[in-house]
């Protein structure tokens, strides 16, 4: 069911950022230079968030010229850390599909939450995103 990613959520003030990315150590342990890009994501849940009360995030991206649905199933965050089971599939246009989702078990999963209720956008959110190779 899914990739498994390890995510570290930092909160940074401005200056601390700022800091952060002129240290030479960033540099030298990067691969390359940083890639920068703009994302734009929309996040659903049913009227009731019964998404967010099982701990699932379902969003679509658009991420360049493509739109990408992702389904993340263990959101919590301890410590700091998050490593949730996330769920990737091309999308076309801004409205999620569960239809695309080729695994059965996920899509039985997401369908057994969400029920007869209807999928509306909860909010968005439109960031640049830095990207390093270290």
């Given at each position: 069911?899914?990739?498994?990613e390890?995510?570290?959520k ?8 700022d ?20 994302l ?18 379902l969003?679509?991206?658009?991420d360049?010229r493509r739109?990408?649905q992702t389904?993340?199933?263990g ?16 999308v ?8 695309v ?22 909010f ?5 995103r ?5």
């Amino acid at each position: 069911m899914g990739d498994r990613e390890l995510e570290l959520k930092l909160t940074l003030g401005k200056d601390a950022l700022d800091r952060l990315r002129r240290r030479p150590i960033l540099r030298q342990v990067s691969v390359g230079r940083p890639k920068r890009r703009k994302l734009r994501s929309i996040y659903y849940d049913t009227p009731d968030l019964r998404l967010y009360h099982a701990n699932i995030s379902l969003r679509v991206r658009r991420d360049g010229r493509r739109w990408l649905q992702t389904a993340k199933f263990g959101t919590q965050i301890q410590h700091g850390m998050s490593n949730p089971i996330e769920v990737e599939q091309p999308v076309k246009g801004n409205a999620p599909n569960l239809g695309v989702i080729g695994d059965v078990a996920l899509k039985e999963k997401l369908a057994g939450i969400i029920l007869d209720q209807p999928l509306r956008p909860v909010f968005e959110t439109c960031v640049w995103r830095t990207t390093r190779t270290i």
